[in-house]
């Protein structure tokens, strides 16, 4: 399947610093979809993107699509402890490929 | 939202033993689950797809005689790692997704340790 590389692979910050981990892929995908996995968890579905250029927002995370639909962004602004975790992005309709996962941990 | 649950949490076995994990979706029917494993600090890695009623589709590298898969129902899917050994000590983590949903729901995971 189609491989998605995502960096960095890991994110410190202070409590209220913004954050943005990215996805890239070699071929067009044709959707992209985040995950975020707590600490001990399993990951949980933040949002699926489909559309070339599409940027969706929940609350203080931004998520972007690519113009050429072959990179993906997820934007933090203003981080708190509650984001703690690895983000995951993920491509596939039938099957998921998970990227490497991003994981942000927060000094309060 | 789907719920999917996942038994056992966690287990603790021998070496050369059988481990059966149990993946249920609690409020929709799962036209297909998924297996993956994850390894501490690494990414999910899909080790096979499951249809009801159908043989599971196996990912390269995982040997199907050793993890095996039944989906025998809508609600119900099963991974049993035969004859565990402590390379096989991980993260297994199903999902599942009906026909009315276009994103997989994961269950909790069963965390495998083998002695």
């Known amino acids: 399947g189609q491989q998605v590389m995502q960096i960095p692979q890991y994110q410190h910050v202070q409590e209220g610093e913004d954050f943005t981990t990215y996805c890239n892929s070699s071929?067009?995908?044709?959707?992209i979809q985040w995950y975020k996995q707590r600490p001990g968890g399993h990951p949980v579905f933040l949002i699926q993107l489909v559309k070339s250029g599409e940027v969706k927002k929940q609350k203080r995370l931004t998520f972007q699509f690519g113009e050429a639909k072959k990179n993906s962004s997820l934007h933090i602004t203003a981080t708190q402890t509650t984001d703690v975790g690895t983000y995951f992005c993920a491509q596939g309709a039938q099957k998921l490929v998970f990227g490497q996962g991003t994981r942000l941990t927060i000094n309060p | 939202g789907a719920v999917v649950s996942q038994h056992p949490s966690r287990v603790i076995c021998k070496s050369g033993t059988s481990v059966k994990i149990e993946c249920r979706s609690l409020?929709?029917?799962?036209?297909?689950m998924f297996w993956y494993r994850q390894f501490p600090k690494q990414s999910l890695m899909l080790m096979a797809t499951s249809n009801e009623g159908s043989k599971a589709t196996y990912e390269q590298g995982v040997e199907k005689d050793k993890f095996l898969i039944n989906h025998a129902s809508l609600t119900l899917s099963t991974l049993t790692v035969t004859s565990a050994h402590p390379e096989d000590s991980s993260f297994y983590i199903c999902?599942?997704?009906?026909?009315?949903?276009?994103?997989?729901?994961f269950g909790p995971g069963t965390r495998l340790t083998v002695l």
């Open positions: 071929t067009t995908l044709s959707n």
């Open positions: 409020d929709f029917q799962a036209t297909t």
């Open positions: 999902s599942a997704r009906g026909a009315a949903y276009n994103e997989q729901f």
